[in-house]
């Protein structure tokens, strides 16, 4: 998938759950960017075959297809598009609420 494409579902999925902000998009394009990268890596490497692993017992494209997917979920968590990171959102949003429920209380 492309960025653009991306970028569109990731709007989708954050305005689904509560979390979409206009001020968000650069994320959202850094995100949509990453995963794009991390595709096209998962392609090239599926073209070439099982080349001979690096140093590290790794091939240096699996490193980099982890290191976006490591990069791709960080932000994920932050827009609230994993369980973790929704969990941190709704638990904010929680506290903020008794709050202002204790505050308006004392009035």
């Known amino acids: ?3 653009s494409n ?6 989708k999925q954050c305005k689904a759950i509560g979390t979409y902000d206009k001020n968000f998009d ?5 995100l949509a960017g990453i995963l794009e990268r991390r595709d096209n890596m998962e392609s090239e490497y599926a073209n070439i ?3 001979a692993l690096g140093e590290k017992g790794m091939h240096p494209a699996i490193r980099a297809i982890e290191s976006q997917n490591a990069q791709a979920l960080s932000y994920l968590r932050e827009l609230g ?5 929704l969990k941190a959102i709704a ?3 929680a506290q903020t609420q ?3 429920g ?3 209380s004392k009035l």
Do not use: F, H, R, V
């Open 26 to 30: 650069i994320a959202i394009s850094t």
């Open 98 to 100: 008794d709050k202002l």
């Open 6 to 11: 991306y970028k569109k579902l990731i709007i």
């Open 91 to 93: 638990d904010k949003q």
């Open 81 to 85: 598009l994993t369980a973790k990171g």
């Open 102 to 104: 204790e505050i308006l």
């Open 1 to 3: 998938m492309n960025a």
């Open 49 to 51: 075959g099982c080349p």
